[in-house]
Structures are given as structure tokens and as C-alpha cells.
């Protein structure tokens, strides 16, 4: 059984960090590239950012660049996202997911993107 479980969403102030993690299990977490995306309220789902099968090519949104950073580590099967200088409008439900690529350095980098498995997702509410 594929899951996708996310974990580290809150409350947290403007100015603020915080560290999303997501635990995968039920596929070849490897073999697969995984994305951060969110949805706010009254808006589509967006990429955030990506990391390849080895996590040696990353992709961060031109929104969240230089303040969100995105790693995973293959060996405990955990993708993760650190969100610094969060702004309101980054209030949303943040969601993992994974896609399967035979090339090892492809990532998604759209919300288009046909991705395999999602997460449930974690709620990310950032005050002024």
C-alpha cells in the first residue's frame, strides 16, 4: 500500500521557518522524484519544489527561491521542505508527491506535472 505521509505543518508568524517533512513507503521511494506543491484557498495547486531521484537536481519556484529548500534522504525514505522568511500568503496545504522517472535527473516543474502518488497534505498557516 502506497503512502505518502506528511508531517510539520502549524501556525507559525510572518518572518517565520518551518520544516515539512513527508515519509514515503509502499514503492521504491528511489526511483522516483518527489515535489512539494500547495494549494491555497481559492487557488490552483502550485509546485513549490522538486528534487530528483538522487536529490542531486532540485527545482524551487521562482516564488520561494532563496528562502525554501528542499532535500531527501533515500535511505529513510523522507523527502523534506524548510520554508524560511514564510509570508502570509504562503498559508496553504502543503502536499508531497511522487512520480516515477527512468531518467534519474528528470523532476517535475509544473503543477501539471502527472504526478504518481500524492500525500494527504499538511495545513501551513503563517499570521501577521
Known amino acids: 500500500q502506497v503512502q505518502l505521509v506528511e508531517s510539520g505543518g502549524g501556525l507559525v508568524q510572518a518572518g517565520g521557518s518551518l520544516r515539512l517533512s513527508c515519509v514515503a513507503s509502499?514503492?521504491?521511494?528511489?526511483?522516483?522524484?518527489m515535489g512539494w506543491f500547495r494549494q491555497a484557498p481559492g487557488k490552483e495547486r502550485e509546485l513549490v519544489a522538486a528534487?530528483?531521484?538522487?536529490?542531486?537536481?532540485?527545482y524551487v519556484a521562482d516564488s520561494v527561491q532563496g528562502r525554501f529548500t528542499i532535500s531527501r534522504d533515500n535511505a529513510q525514505n523522507t523527502v523534506h521542505i524548510q520554508m524560511n522568511t514564510l509570508k502570509t500568503e504562503e498559508t496553504a496545504v502543503y502536499y508531497c508527491?511522487?512520480?516515477?522517472?527512468?531518467?534519474?535527473?528528470?523532476?517535475?516543474?509544473?503543477?501539471?506535472?502527472?504526478?504518481?502518488?500524492w500525500g494527504k497534505g499538511t495545513l501551513v498557516t503563517v499570521s501577521s
Open positions: 508527491a511522487a512520480r516515477y522517472y527512468s531518467n534519474p535527473r528528470a523532476i517535475p516543474k509544473a503543477a501539471s506535472c502527472g504526478m504518481d502518488y
Open positions: 509502499g514503492f521504491s521511494f528511489s526511483d522516483y522524484a
Open positions: 528534487a530528483s531521484r538522487s536529490g542531486g537536481v532540485t
